[in-house]
């Protein structure tokens, strides 16, 4: 099957499609002719080589770790979905490729095109993580999410409105209209944060998240006057501080991805599609990524 591999770290293009053998799927699991991946970060510092150390992988890599699609192949002890059910979910050994084998999975909301749904798993499950490791917000409260408009961003907003939260998110300017248009209170990122954010609720908020990693946890602290009312998912250093910090490693929101699907449907969470690159692109699609400033998600489509 065609896939977007690296075969050496380093460039985006180092990127390329190739034909590789086709996946199958183990207990638990489904394969899908995939319609569409999602890109993260984690997907161009994996093939940069920087995360050699901590996330040692076989060479090639397939890119990729979320992915919707038809279900093609189930593995043993697979009852919830049968051939032909449309999915999305975490994709193992890699999503831009013709098949992907998914172990977490939900049903596609029908609203969502394949693009969107693609866009939904990182986001979602790491927002839930995060959600449940501050044990909020809940109704009433404040929640103030620094880096909103991004992919992981966007989707905590729109999850924290769903729960009733008052969610004031910094972006830059030109973001400002997107971030109300998921419900949250606009300000800018950087320098005199705090002061911004006081601006809007004089008494800080009741938690922070932050999807950034550019060194404001402190002014995060500050904002929540309780480290253990702050989380971060890119800035590992700031653990010293005695915030909470969560990666991969710590087990997955699995549950999220039905959740997810049903706030779809109902009209209060929705994926805004940056842009659409075909597997042949995919280095252009990690250019854009790296860039540090995409609104929503980028996707993979197949050629
Ligand atoms: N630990 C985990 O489990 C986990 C899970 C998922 C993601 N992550 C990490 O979390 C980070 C965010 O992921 P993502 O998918 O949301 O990235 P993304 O889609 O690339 O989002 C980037 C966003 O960051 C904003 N931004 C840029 N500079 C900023 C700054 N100085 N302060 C605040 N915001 C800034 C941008 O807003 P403007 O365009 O308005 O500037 C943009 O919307 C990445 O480092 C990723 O690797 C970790």
Redesign the pocket.
């Known amino acids: 099957m065609r896939a977007v591999i690296f075969d050496e770290y380093g460039d985006p293009e180092v990127l390329h499609v190739a034909d590789v053998d086709e996946p199958h799927p183990a207990a638990g699991q489904v394969r899908i002719a995939v319609r569409a991946a999602g890109v993260?970060?984690?997907d161009w510092?994996v093939r940069s080589g920087a995360l050699r150390e901590v996330m040692p992988m076989g060479l090639p890599v397939t890119d990729g770790r979320e992915a919707s699609g038809t279900v093609d192949e189930v593995g043993p002890g697979v009852t919830a979905v049968a051939p032909g059910d449309e999915v999305f979910g975490f994709a193992v050994g890699g999503a831009a490729a013709e098949y992907a084998v998914l172990d977490d999975f939900a049903r596609k909301p029908s609203a969502s095109s394949f693009e969107e749904a693609a866009g939904l798993p990182?986001?979602v499950e790491?927002s839930v993580?995060v959600f449940t490791l501050l044990g909020g917000p809940g109704e009433g409260q404040t929640i103030l999410i620094?880096?909103?408009?991004?992919?992981?961003?966007?989707i905590a907003v729109q999850l924290a409105v769903a729960r009733g939260a008052r969610v004031i998110g910094?972006?830059?300017e030109?973001?400002h209209e997107f971030l109300r248009s998921l419900g949250a209170e606009p300000t800018t990122?950087?320098p005199g944060l705090e002061e911004r954010v006081r601006a809007l609720a004089p008494d800080g908020v009741d938690l922070a998240f932050d999807?950034?990693?550019?060194g404001?946890v402190p002014e995060l602290i500050a904002l929540t006057d309780d480290p253990a009312r702050v989380a971060t998912?890119?800035d590992f250093g700031a653990a010293a501080l005695g915030v909470k910090v969560?990666?991969?490693g710590?087990g997955r929101a699995a549950e999220a991805l039905d959740e997810a699907a049903r706030l779809v449907d109902a009209g209060h969470l929705q994926v805004t599609i940056a842009q659409a690159f075909p597997f042949a692109a995919a280095a252009q699609a990690h250019r854009a990524?790296e860039g540090?400033?995409?609104?929503?998600?980028l996707v993979l489509v197949p050629d």
């Open positions: 993260n970060p984690i510092k990182v986001g790491t993580r620094n880096g909103a408009a991004g992919g992981v961003g966007a910094t972006a830059s030109a973001n990122y950087g999807t950034a990693g550019h404001d998912i890119a969560t990666g991969g710590d990524s540090g400033h995409v609104r929503g998600k």
